[in-house]
């Protein structure tokens, strides 16, 4: 670069930039004259960019906080109205598919239903709670409660489905003995119960449910009302009965049309019998009438 800072190369070409002295730096800052342009290309700020390098898409620390995305559910709080059952009528009964196909007499477990509202679910944190580890379950799956002398369910965060009990022909009491069953004219024997869905009332067929995909069943043993339509079905003992005294019966009507025909055979051999005796009597009484005409 020329000393001077003035000197051309050609002519009619534009003087090159020179490096502002430190006292013109200095009064180009309080004037702000037109070397406020030359400023950009001084010695400051090369020694800037060869200091450290440029702070472009440089990643701050991390931030150790932990943010919530979905709010928690809240507990589930019973509705309005509900009272506790009278005691000792009803049980709560559970048993898994598996080991009620095995051995239905020893796979239930039973408990006592006193509490005006049971919930059911996968967590184990939460007092009073029926649990089932399924994954398909929620913490806070399903509500049972008693309300105006039925007994209702009430999904919460998760479907649950009600099933009639004739679709379960392992189901055994407390005692492990064969309780009475009803079945009726209707051909849906699954009912779901969606959490936006109100509340569905049990009933002596659909007694039994189950949470989301899980194999344990829950049902419910007591006085439950009958809905319409249903009925008891007959037991093994009755059927057994019936089916004897309907072998009994056709014997006896076979007896019957055995003796009925008997009786027609003996009817027609003495009416043969009869009309012999009259066909008899009736030449016997010509032969005479001719012989007095004879005579």
């Not at 069953?181 to 849906?188: E, F, I």
């Not at 009925?260 to 008899?280: C, F, I, L, P, V």
Request: aromatic share 8%; glycine share 10%.
């Amino acid at each position: 670069w020329p000393r001077g800072g003035g000197s051309r190369v050609c002519d009619g070409a534009p003087p090159f930039p020179t490096a502002p002295r430190p006292s013109t730096f200095r009064h180009t800052l309080s004037t702000g004259g037109q070397n406020a342009g030359e400023m950009a290309y001084g010695p400051l700020c090369q020694c800037a960019f060869m200091s450290y390098g440029p702070r472009i898409q440089q990643k701050a620390p991390p931030l150790d906080i932990v943010k919530v995305i979905w709010e928690k559910r809240a507990k589930f709080e019973p509705p309005m109205g509900v009272e506790a059952p009278p005691p000792g009528q009803f049980m709560l009964l559970a048993f898994d598919l598996h080991e009620a196909k095995a051995d239905p007499s020893t796979a239930t477990r039973s408990m006592p239903l006193d509490d005006r509202c049971v919930i059911f679910g996968s967590s184990q944190f939460h007092d009073g709670q029926v649990h089932d580890g399924h994954k398909s379950v929620q913490e806070q799956h399903t509500a049972l409660f008693f309300m105006k002398g039925k007994w209702h369910l009430k999904g919460i965060n998760g479907n649950t489905y009600m099933e009639s009990m004739t679709a379960h022909p392992w189901l055994r009491d407390a005692e492990g003995a064969v309780p009475k069953r009803y079945t009726s004219s209707n051909a849906r024997k699954t009912e779901a119960i969606a959490p936006m869905d109100p509340k569905k009332r049990l009933s002596r067929e659909m007694c039994v449910f189950r949470l989301g995909d899980s194999d344990r069943r829950f049902w419910i043993a007591g006085p439950l009302p009958l809905k319409e339509g249903e009925m008891e079905e007959a037991g093994a003992d009755a059927g057994r009965s019936a089916a004897v005294g309907g072998a009994a019966g056709v014997a006896g009507a076979d007896r019957r049309d055995r003796g009925g025909e008997r009786d027609r055979g003996d009817r027609k051999e003495r009416g043969r019998k009869d009309r012999k005796e009259a066909r008899s009597r009736t030449r016997s009484r010509s032969r005479s009438r001719g012989e007095r005409r004879r005579k």
